[in-house]
């Protein structure tokens, strides 16, 4: 069961003392109080665990400071969207709004390698008018003697260097919880010049015990990729554990499943799953087709098989891109061969903007012929 305060509810004033004495007193339930920060309003929520059915939700309508309570009625129980659930399915971070309305693109290095690979690709960025990017210093890969990532040493100048192209949002996979620590210390030392969003990679999707530290972190917000070889509901019971430890600020990514049938593919692209999410979930939908399409083909026009994946998970509304670029691709140190060159950047940027407003023209239609059936 989901209780939703009046907005800006003073947590001192003795009409939320009476609702928290009460809540706290009820037999078998377990209170999770979770408050979301928005740029005009403070909303405080409560969840209730356990044996719910006993609880009586109109009571609990009766206290005044309550807007609003309804009960979970299937699986996820915080990401997921139930019945008569007002909650808003967008964040904020860093000043930059993550939203299943918004889009964003994170073109990036799957691993940072140089200085002046991390530098050619953020000045990239920022001169096409990004602000976001994505940077691997933590690799794990398949093969124990490939490059790892240069880990913690990396950090300084990739962070210095956002700080430089006012980057607001890097996209890092981790892949264990004392990373989380290593970039906190070095976004410190460096003055916090950008924001982190934490990427848990599909191999790490059911590793319970690092979604569970990702989760209790509340500074960054969490990127948290489908397994490659599970159901969806299984992935997104994965993101709720993030949930469930009590940072809601979650992004769901399809980056393709691991079957041969997707051949030559390097993955089978599942972004029909967009929609899917967002129906399901509040989690903006993030895609990833670098890592789905895994190569560098193309059709007769030159566009990459890697383009017309991006734009059919954008036409079906997708609000994110996680893509690899690099400066020379022959020279990368991981995923080499899926990454996109420099000047295909602001191509590959237009060719989005084509797909976004066809989406939009898209949901305009499918509103207005709601509305003549209604
Ligand atoms: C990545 O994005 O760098 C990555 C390793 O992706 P995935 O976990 O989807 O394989
Ligand atoms: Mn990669």
């Given at each position: 069961m989901i209780i939703i305060l009046?907005?800006?509810?003073?947590?001192?004033?003795?009409?939320?003392?009476?609702l928290r004495d009460y809540l706290d007193n009820l037999p078998n339930i377990k209170v999770r109080m979770h408050?979301?920060?928005?740029?005009?309003?403070?909303?405080t929520e409560f969840y209730l665990v356990g044996d719910t059915m006993s609880v009586n939700a109109d009571d609990i309508k009766n206290f005044?400071v309550v807007e609003r309570v309804f009960r979970v009625s299937?699986?996820y129980k915080v990401?997921g969207?139930h019945?008569d659930d007002?909650r808003?399915?967008?964040?904020?971070?860093?000043?930059?709004?993550?939203?299943?309305?918004?889009?964003?693109?994170?073109?990036?290095?799957?691993?940072?390698?140089?200085?002046?690979?991390?530098?050619?690709?953020?000045?990239?960025?920022?001169?096409?008018?990004?602000?976001?990017?994505?940077?691997?210093?933590?690799?794990?890969?398949?093969?124990?003697?490939?490059?790892?990532?240069?880990?913690?040493?990396?950090?300084?100048?990739?962070?210095?260097?956002?700080?430089?192209?006012?980057?607001?949002?890097?996209?890092?996979?981790?892949?264990?919880?004392?990373?989380?620590?290593?970039?906190?210390?070095?976004?410190?030392?460096?003055?916090?010049?950008?924001?982190?969003?934490?990427?848990?990679?599909?191999?790490?999707?059911?590793?319970?015990?690092?979604?569970?530290?990702?989760?209790?972190?509340?500074?960054?917000?969490?990127?948290?990729?489908?397994?490659?070889?599970?159901?969806?509901?299984?992935?997104?019971?994965?993101?709720e554990?993030?949930a469930s430890?009590g940072?809601h600020?979650?992004?769901?990514?399809?980056?393709?499943?691991?079957?041969?049938?997707?051949?030559?593919?390097?993955?089978?692209?599942?972004?029909?799953?967009?929609?899917?999410?967002?129906?399901?979930?509040?989690?903006?939908?993030?895609?990833?087709?670098?890592?789905?399409?895994?190569?560098?083909?193309?059709?007769?026009?030159?566009?990459?098989?890697?383009?017309?994946?991006?734009?059919?998970?954008?036409?079906?509304?997708?609000?994110?891109?996680?893509?690899?670029?690099?400066?020379?691709?022959?020279?990368?140190?991981?995923?080499?061969?899926?990454?996109?060159?420099?000047?295909?950047?602001?191509?590959?940027?237009?060719?989005?903007?084509?797909?976004?407003?066809?989406?939009?023209?898209?949901?305009?239609?499918?509103?207005?012929?709601?509305?003549?059936?209604?």
């Open positions: 009046k907005p800006d509810t003073d947590k001192t004033s003795p009409e939320f003392l009476q408050e979301v920060e928005g740029a005009q309003q403070r909303l005044v299937r699986e990401l969207r019945n007002i808003e399915s967008y964040f904020d971070y860093n000043g930059v709004r993550f939203g299943q309305d918004e889009l964003h693109v994170f073109a990036g290095l799957c691993a940072v390698d140089n200085p002046d690979h991390v530098e050619i690709m953020m000045r990239a960025v920022s001169e096409l008018g990004l602000e976001c990017t994505r940077m691997g210093a933590y690799k794990p890969r398949t093969n124990p003697y490939s490059f790892q990532g240069h880990g913690k040493a990396c950090l300084p100048y990739v962070f210095e260097l956002a700080g430089k192209y006012g980057i607001k949002v890097i996209a890092m996979e981790i892949t264990h919880d004392v990373h989380i620590d290593e970039i906190n210390q070095a976004l410190e030392d460096s003055g916090n010049p950008t924001g982190v969003m934490l990427q848990i990679g599909t191999r790490n999707t059911q590793n319970f015990e690092l979604l569970k530290a990702v989760g209790r972190q509340k500074n960054h917000p969490v990127l948290i990729k489908r397994g490659f070889g599970i159901t969806l509901e299984e992935s997104l019971n994965a993101a554990y993030l430890e940072n600020n979650v992004i769901f990514c399809l980056r393709g499943m691991k079957t041969n049938m997707g051949d030559p593919h390097r993955n089978l692209v599942d972004f029909a799953h967009v929609p899917v999410v967002k129906r399901l979930t509040h989690m903006p939908v993030c895609i990833d087709p670098s890592h789905s399409v895994g190569l560098r083909e193309s059709d007769a026009q030159g566009i990459l098989d890697i383009m017309h994946a991006t734009t059919q998970g954008v036409i079906a509304g997708a609000n994110m891109v996680l893509v690899d670029f690099h400066p020379n691709p022959s020279k990368a140190l991981v995923d080499g061969p899926q990454a996109m060159l420099m000047d295909e950047l602001e191509w590959f940027l237009q060719d989005i903007d084509i797909a976004r407003k066809a989406y939009l023209e898209r949901k305009a239609l499918a509103e207005k012929m709601t509305s003549l059936r209604r």
